[in-house]
């Protein structure tokens, strides 16, 4: 399939260069903490690094002159210490009011009235002889609306008597009394509405989980998008954030739970498209038990956005610390007037005969210009940068003689012509000699990666193809072992696909041995980051594999990743197939191949090996009609979701 092309985070990234620092956050990420005993305490919770507010839940019983505290079994000792930690650290720590019981309410604005000053009291910056402070003397930062039960009536008042305190008591206690809401993504959401048109709460997390109306699993990418219009524009003011349950970090076996969203597609496609609005502020995740089993926050974290710090609450500020928007709003302007399409995107995506090359391996097999100007390939794969890794200092590309001089223009040719062009890093050969042994090698190889390739330094003169900004990273690991650190470099260049300046992303993409699975590669396809993925079905010399495709080992991949797309590899002729064979002719590939591999809904398309071999056997010119997607499987230029 032809990638995607996706605006990621400019406005916001140029909002936190214009607001005032605040720390060194890197993501905005708020997680819910108290749901669970066996989560870890809060301090555990803050000291991770991940979050940049924690929101303890629920104050779950209130309105009726009864007041109480639902930690689920965590004891209270402690907490108050907590809660000065987190804060010693720059992590807000919020207290969420509601939740799931019912045993909640405010029937009259005098009921309003009580269960603030008990908030106030027992939570905030008061102090009554006769409320007991389960916190002791630690003040919460602020109080989240989260109210799943009951009618609407007087959370309005209850918002306009907290944030009385602020005008009251500020000076005396320097606590600033902050609200937010939790409310369900269905537009709007009644039970909060009234409290919402206030124009008190400084932030809102919109839930797009445990709703079937907008949540991923029944609405795809435009059930939340839509709703999440809505509430963006209804509340220009308040900082937006999406609300998302935990989950794996990589893609669980049988059915997907109702409420994930997963990864790659909340990488690849939802958060580009939230990301638009200049409200939003970045990801609420539901819970962090969920979260401490999972790893969901560790691979969101540094997608949710850049430094949101200075603009998580910017409604109010105390008198002593104005903020104004006007510089924000000018640069958000001008920034939407500079950017345009990445060359690439120019003719938009292409959707029907999916093939792709591997160029780079004989000098012989006509230049990179000349491959994309065939019109035979929706991508080009460039290989390889066969040397890094063992001291993250000595690199080699590899391009079998081919001349570095004119590469660059080539490779925007291909690009302003819809075909991205990758680099494939690893392969095999005498030359090859690359391992990731630790988590400080892929990091170097990121860097390496990031400044000589993609969207770092482009005017060092040691770029091989000057200016040009390649498309992806493919991982063709023929030398690594499991213990090697790829899913860390592939977390890696992920997380810093929003800071590519001109909004153009950093795809990810895989081309194991067929048998699954592939131990050199499985750690960082685990991820659930991955865009595609080409099944080499040649070249292994045994098993089911020797003979070219194996349905079996195909089912295996494309079940164990189904939000991924899968490509049938294939050599081009005999020649390319090697001594390991396994080469299936044209007539095979269409009779027997295709229509088994297209029965997966996250079948792809073809790959060919390699350009030299298929110059001379005019194997794409002859397959290429065949590689076409069902169009049934298809919804546009968007990628299939499995039923």
Request: charged share 20%; net charge positive; proline share 5%.
């Amino acid at each position: 399939m032809a990638f995607r092309r996706r605006t990621c985070l400019l406005l916001a990234l140029l909002g936190c260069l214009a607001a005032p620092a605040v720390g060194n956050r890197t993501g905005e990420l708020t997680v819910f903490w108290g749901r669970n005993k066996d989560e870890g305490t809060l301090r555990e919770a803050c000291d991770t690094g991940l979050y940049n507010t924690v929101i303890i839940s629920f104050y779950s019983v209130f309105g009726h002159g009864r007041y109480w505290l639902d930690l689920s079994g965590h004891r209270l000792g402690g907490v108050g210490g907590d809660i000065k930690h987190c804060q010693s650290k720059g992590i807000p720590v919020f207290l969420s009011i509601g939740g799931g019981g019912k045993n909640y309410s405010l029937p009259s604005s005098k009921s309003a009235e009580a269960v603030a000053i008990n908030l106030w009291n027992a939570f905030l910056g008061g102090g009554s002889g006769d409320v007991f402070r389960p916190f002791g003397d630690a003040v919460v930062d602020g109080i989240d609306f989260y109210i799943d039960h009951g009618s609407s009536s007087n959370y309005d008042e209850l918002a306009r008597r907290l944030d009385y305190f602020n005008s009251m008591y500020y000076h005396a206690t320097r606590k600033y009394v902050r609200l937010t809401a939790t409310p369900r993504c269905a537009f709007p959401d009644r039970r909060v509405e009234k409290a919402l048109q206030t124009g008190l709460f400084e932030r809102i997390h919109v839930r797009f989980y445990g709703d079937d109306s907008c949540s991923y699993k029944n609405g795809d990418t435009y059930g939340i998008v839509e709703q999440w219009e809505k509430w963006t524009a209804k509340y220009p003011k308040s900082q937006m954030y999406v609300g998302l349950a935990a989950a794996e970090s990589g893609v669980p076996e049988g059915a997907p739970p109702p409420v994930e969203v997963y990864l790659k597609y909340l990488y690849y496609d939802l958060l580009p498209k939230v990301q638009k609005a200049p409200n939003y502020a970045g990801v609420m995740v539901w819970d962090r038990f969920t979260d401490k089993k999972t790893g969901y926050s560790t691979a969101v974290k540094g997608w949710a956005s850049c430094s949101y710090g200075a603009m998580a609450f910017t409604r109010r500020r105390p008198p002593s610390a104005p903020v104004s928007s006007a510089a924000l709003l000018s640069v958000a302007a001008l920034i939407l007037l500079l950017v345009g399409p990445s060359p690439a995107s120019a003719q938009g995506p292409k959707t029907g005969q999916q093939v792709t090359v591997f160029w780079g391996r004989h000098k012989d097999e006509g230049s990179l210009r000349e491959a994309c100007d065939s019109g035979l390939y929706t991508m080009v794969i460039m290989s390889f940068l066969n040397v890094y890794g063992a001291d993250g200092t000595t690199y080699h590309l590899d391009l079998s003689g081919h001349p570095l001089a004119g590469m660059g223009a080539a490779i925007k040719r291909c690009q302003f012509l819809g075909v991205p062009v990758s680099l494939s890093i690893g392969g095999s050969g005498a030359g090859a000699a690359y391992s990731l042994p630790t988590n400080a090698s892929a990091l170097a190889l990121f860097d390496h990666l990031w400044n000589t390739y993609f969207g770092g330094n482009l005017t060092d003169p040691r770029r091989p193809f000057g200016d040009a900004w390649l498309d992806g990273v493919d991982m063709f690991l023929d030398h690594a072992t499991p213990a090697e650190h790829y899913n860390t470099l592939a977390l890696e260049l992920a997380k810093h696909n929003i800071r590519a300046g001109d909004g153009k992303l950093l795809h990810l993409t895989a081309t194991p041995h067929c048998r699954f699975p592939d131990p050199r590669v499985k750690e960082a396809l685990d991820t659930g980051i991955f865009e595609r993925v080409h099944v080499r079905f040649y070249g292994d010399g045994d098993g089911d594999c020797a003979a070219g495709f194996s349905a079996a080992e195909w089912g295996k991949w494309t079940a164990a990743y189904p939000f991924t797309k899968f490509y049938v590899g294939v050599p081009a002729s005999p020649a390319a197939a090697g001594t390991g064979g396994g080469y299936t002719d044209p007539a095979t590939l269409r009779r027997n191949v295709l229509p088994v591999a297209k029965k997966a809904n996250n079948y792809g398309g073809i790959m060919v090996w390699d350009r030299y071999f298929d110059k001379r056997s005019n194997y794409s010119a002859t397959i290429k009609t065949w590689a076409e997607r069902p169009e049934h499987r298809l919804r546009g230029s968007q990628m299939a979701r499995p039923a």
